[in-house]
T-cell receptor
């Protein structure tokens, strides 16, 4: 499976934007970039995904580099409920149907 | 509820015992996945089903682990001769279809503790 690299941890202040980076230099042309997050004591939760173009939904925005070797998950106004582990995952022909989770980024949101 | 349901939420057992963990996926979802998560780690893939058949069981750690989905809906993960190292949260997920990009919906997990 193609590998992603994320910082172990990040901190933000409440109501400020948060940019969570992900490097995926070995991404293939058919790999989708997925983001999931996991709140304490819960299962992972889908956040967003994209292929080539930037994507927006009610939870977040996904900015994808032109060469697709990196991406950034953007939370426009962090809340305390956004404190979670955020996972950046590639999913496509090489990974089959499964999601392969790495260590993710632990986001701390300060009041 | 409409989400993925897992039972039991907590299971404590003794080394050497047999354990079954159950997953009720979202109605109509054809794909079902099992993951295992140890403390401080990301979820680790175990197996997934497309319908009744195991499409990929490459993540099962050894032959003590087995999963079934006889009618293409509910799935049971079975662990024989449990060991202390099997202690983890076992997560189940389902998705409407097979393959990328489809969204996976996860349950809250079954926490297994082997004493």
């Amino acid at each position: 499976d193609a590998k992603t690299t994320q910082p172990n941890s990040m901190e933000s202040n409440e109501e400020e934007p948060v940019h969570l980076p992900c490097n995926h230099s070995t991404i293939s042309g058919t790999d989708y970039i997925h983001w999931y997050r996991q709140l304490p004591s819960q299962g992972p939760e889908y956040v967003i995904h994209g292929l080539t173009s930037n994507v927006n939904n009610r939870m977040a925005s996904l900015a994808i580099a032109e060469d697709r070797k990196s991406s950034t998950l953007i939370l426009h106004r962090a809340t305390l409920r956004d404190a979670a582990v955020y996972y950046c995952i590639l999913r496509g022909e090489t990974s089959g149907s499964r999601l392969t989770f790495g260590e993710g980024t632990q986001l701390t949101v300060n009041p | 509820g409409a989400g993925v349901s897992q039972t039991p939420s907590n299971k404590v057992t003794e080394k050497g015992k047999y354990v079954e963990l159950r997953c009720d996926p979202i109605s109509g979802h054809t794909a079902l996945y099992w993951y295992r998560q140890s403390l401080g780690q990301g979820p680790e893939f175990l197996i997934y089903f497309q319908g009744t058949g195991a499409a990929d069981d490459s993540g099962l750690p050894n032959d003590r682990f087995f999963a079934v989905r006889p009618e293409g809906s509910v799935s049971t993960l079975k662990i024989q001769r449990t060991e202390r190292g099997d202690s983890a949260v076992y997560l189940c997920a389902s998705s409407l279809n097979f393959g990328a990009p489809g969204e996976l919906f996860f349950g809250e997990g079954s926490r297994l503790t082997v004493l």
